[in-house]
C-alpha cells in the first residue's frame, strides 16, 4: 500500500514514532521535522503495515523488540496451520493432439521488499498436472518497492505461460491487484494518451510496457486471476517463500529452488 497521512496518522504517537518504526519505515530516528512529507507515497508491504500498528506509542526499545518477534511467532504458527490444512487438488490430462498436452497450469506469482523501498526479490510456483511445483526465486533489487517486486513477478509468469504449449489457458495467479490492473486494464488508457496520465507520472512505467507488450502477444491463452494473500493458499504461500528466499539470496537471474516436499519449503 502506499502511505498516506490517515496512516500516519493511525501509526505516530505524540505526532512521532519510535525507534523500530522508523527503521522499518527506513528513516532517521529521532523522527525529523518533516517525516510526514517524507512518508507520503511511500509503498509498504502489508506486514509492515501490521507491525508499524502494534508498535504504535511503544516507547521502550525492548518492548519493541518484543512486539516484533511476537508478531514473527504469529506468522510462524500461521505457517504451520498451512502445513496441516493446505491440500493441493487433483488436475487431470486429456489425450495429446497435435504434438501439443492439453495440460493443466497454474502460475502463482508474488514480490517481496524490505523496507519498500529496499531489498526485494520476486517468486513464483508453477503447477503442473499432479506433478511437484517447480519453484521459482530471482530478481533480487537492493533498492526496489513490493510494487516493482510485484510487476517483476507477473512478467516472468507471463514469460513462462509464453513457452508453455497446451490446449488449456494457462492460470497466472497474482495477489497484486496493482500489478493486474496496470497491465490489463489501465495499460490501454496510458497508451492511447502516449503513455501518460493526468495527475502525474507512471510509475514503473517501464516494467509496466513490457508486460503489458507481453499480455497483448498471449492474452489469449491465459487467464489472469486475483487472489488474497497470506490467506492459506499453497501457491501463494509458496510464491511468497520463494520471494523472500530472493532477498535472501540476492540473485538477478531467476533460479529454481530445489527441495524436498512443499512442507519443508512451507
Not at 41 to 50: A, G, L, R, S
Not at 223 to 230: A, D, L, S, Y
Request: aromatic letters at 8%.
Amino acid at each position: 500500500m502506499n502511505i498516506n497521512k490517515e496512516f500516519i496518522k493511525l501509526i505516530a504517537h505524540n505526532n512521532t514514532l519510535n525507534k523500530t518504526q522508523c527503521k522499518i519505515l527506513n528513516i532517521d530516528f529521532p523522527t525529523p521535522e518533516n517525516f510526514i512529507e517524507e512518508l507520503l507515497q511511500k509503498e509498504i508491504c502489508e506486514h509492515d503495515v501490521n507491525r508499524l500498528i502494534l508498535l504504535k506509542g511503544i516507547v521502550a526499545v525492548k518492548s519493541q523488540e518484543q512486539i516484533v518477534k511476537n508478531y514473527m511467532q504469529i506468522l510462524e504458527f500461521k505457517k504451520n496451520k498451512i502445513k496441516e490444512t493446505s491440500i493441493q487438488t487433483p488436475v487431470t490430462t486429456t489425450q495429446n493432439t497435435n504434438n501439443q498436452e492439453n495440460t493443466n497450469v497454474s502460475i502463482y506469482c508474488d514480490g517481496a521488499c524490505s523496507g519498500n523501498p529496499g531489498k526485494s526479490g520476486s517468486g513464483l510456483a508453477l503447477y503442473k498436472n499432479n506433478e511437484k511445483p517447480v519453484l521459482y526465486y530471482g530478481n533480487y533489487e537492493p533498492n526496489g518497492t513490493n510494487n516493482t517486486a510485484e510487476l517483476k513477478a507477473l512478467y516472468k509468469a507471463l514469460l513462462l505461460a509464453s513457452e508453455i504449449k497446451t490446449h488449456e489457458k494457462v492460470m497466472i495467479l497474482s495477489d497484486s491487484k496493482y500489478s493486474i490492473d496496470c497491465i490489463s486494464t489501465w495499460a490501454y488508457g496510458w497508451k492511447r494518451n502516449g503513455w501518460t496520465k493526468k495527475g502525474g507520472e507512471i510509475k514503473n512505467l517501464d516494467l509496466i510496457k513490457n508486460a503489458h507488450n507481453l499480455y497483448e502477444q498471449i492474452k489469449d491463452k491465459i487467464t489472469i486471476k486475483h487472489v488474497k494473500g497470506h490467506a492459506g493458499i499453497e501457491g501463494n504461500e509458496l510464491a511468497d517463500r520463494m520471494a523472500l528466499h530472493a532477498i535472501k539470496a540476492q540473485n538477478d537471474e531467476f533460479e529454481v529452488y530445489d527441495y524436498v516436499s512443499v512442507d519443508s519449503v512451507l
